[in-house]
């Protein structure tokens, strides 16, 4: 895949600095920083090295064990990973380690204002040497490298690169005459077939906090790209007028009751009746597919993925939500160097495949190679079609609002009448936030 054809070269991510949010369309173009050091001095470390790293991925463990076993191999490094089972746990625990020598090697976290904030505590060790040899080997594109970067430099790699479809279950669509929608016309005639039959067309929860932002985003974006990138930005209100109407529509699909429960749980629940037929649509991220094949699913014969339309029909625009995890190095490791030379290995093209096919989803490396035939579909979709992706929410704006908004967001999901209070919440916390950060 050229990088002219490969979507990760139209990211929309925020732009971050010390001082200020650079707002507008904040697209990501050259955020390498131009270090002229190799990594030859990374080279000559012990053979025997076990590094700690710290994740909320659980459902991943077994997978970063045999990414360790690998590594070990290939450069004689190993890692020891620590899982947490849930995520507010999991920052709790990191934030109170990192400015320690109780601080762990490596950690999963994730990137643009929720980087931002270890960046300014001195938390994350610099690595732009790293990203300037993964440019020039071709393992990383250098439009992904703002997600990372903070007055220059790079202060993490990506963990992995998602994009946000729904996915569907083929066999459902099949036996309701259902074909990919691509108007949201077609959209909610599908939920109105489904709903009929005695099928749950959309999955979604509040259980866990975050999950609570993904119709969100959708709607707005779903709306008008530019709305989204003004409305994380600060540049425009929760309140207004077109903001309001996005979560109208979303509070007719709730209404219509075409949504699960909002007490299921998305690693447990949705999983098996996704695959049951009980669910027949639910947007996430590509690396939530392994819950699928968990449970028997075969990507792009049992399930597939499609990009939820515009709601606007006159919108022209192609538009899908992308996440960036991050993998950090803590500027308190016990082993720098040989940290650094783990995450040399992890982008690489070797580690990237490995990674991504046990996960089953998209590689962050654009050499490496997917062996999941829903994966390659949806690249090839997104690059001929000439896609733009934008950052996901949860990193998108700035982590006060964010944190509050999820909470609000689960109070309109179970209270839909709170529509105007709930953005007019999340409005004032908007405010407090940008108000604080002009300061700075």
Do not use: C
Not at 12 to 27: C, E, N, S
Not at 101 to 117: I, K, N, V
Not at 183 to 198: R, Y
Not at 266 to 287: H, K, Q, R, S
């Amino acid at each position: 895949m050229s990088y002219s054809s490969d979507p990760r070269s139209r990211i929309h991510a925020p732009r971050l600095d010390r001082r200020q949010l650079l707002k507008g369309t904040a697209a990501a173009g050259a955020g390498a920083a131009a270090a002229s050091m190799g990594l030859g001095h990374l080279t000559d470390v012990s053979a025997q090295t076990q590094l700690s790293f710290y994740h909320d991925k659980s459902p991943w463990q077994d997978f970063f064990v045999q990414l360790g076993a690998s590594a070990q191999e290939a450069i004689g490094i190993g890692w020891e990973p620590t899982p947490y089972s849930d995520t507010t746990s999991y920052q709790a625990a990191l934030l109170a380690a990192l400015p320690t020598d109780q601080a762990p090697d490596m950690f999963t976290w994730w990137s643009g204002y929720r980087l931002e904030d270890l960046y300014t505590q001195g938390a994350l060790l610099d690595i732009s040497d790293i990203w300037t040899q993964a440019i020039a080997d071709g393992n990383m594109p250098e439009s992904l490298a703002a997600a990372f970067t903070f007055d220059g430099a790079q202060f993490a790699l990506p963990s992995n690169v998602s994009y946000w479809p729904v996915f569907y279950n083929k066999r459902v669509f099949d036996d309701n005459g259902l074909s990919v929608p691509t108007t949201w016309d077609e959209f909610v005639g599908a939920a109105d077939t489904l709903k009929a039959a005695g099928i749950t067309p959309f999955g979604a929860t509040q259980v866990g906090r975050w999950p609570a932002f993904i119709w969100f985003e959708e709607m707005i974006l779903r709306s008008d790209p530019q709305l989204y990138l003004d409305l994380t930005a600060g540049v425009v209100q929760y309140t207004d007028d077109a903001v309001v109407a996005a979560m109208e529509v979303w509070k007719g699909l709730i209404e219509n009751e075409y949504f699960t429960s909002f007490d299921v749980d998305m690693n447990v629940d949705i999983p098996p009746m996704f695959a049951n037929g009980e669910l027949a649509m639910y947007p996430i991220g590509t690396w939530y597919q392994s819950n699928f094949i968990d449970n028997g699913m075969v990507p792009g014969e049992d399930y597939d993925m499609f990009v939820m339309p515009n709601i606007n029909p006159d919108l022209d625009a192609k538009s899908i939500i992308f996440e960036a995890g991050a993998l950090g190095i803590a500027a308190n490791a016990p082993n720098p160097d040989e940290s650094k030379q783990m995450g040399a290995w992890w982008v690489s093209t070797e580690a990237t495949t490995e990674f991504a096919n046990l996960i089953g989803d998209a590689p962050s490396n654009p050499n490496a190679v997917s062996d999941n035939q829903a994966v390659k579909s949806l690249i090839d979709m997104l690059s001929a079609d000439g896609y733009t992706l934008y950052q996901r929410y949860w990193e998108a704006s700035p982590v006060p609002i964010v944190e509050g908004a999820v909470d609000y967001l689960a109070q309109f999901m179970l209270n839909p009448g709170d529509l105007m209070s709930v953005l007019e919440s999340i409005q004032q916390l908007a405010d407090q936030t940008w108000a604080e950060r002009e300061g700075q």
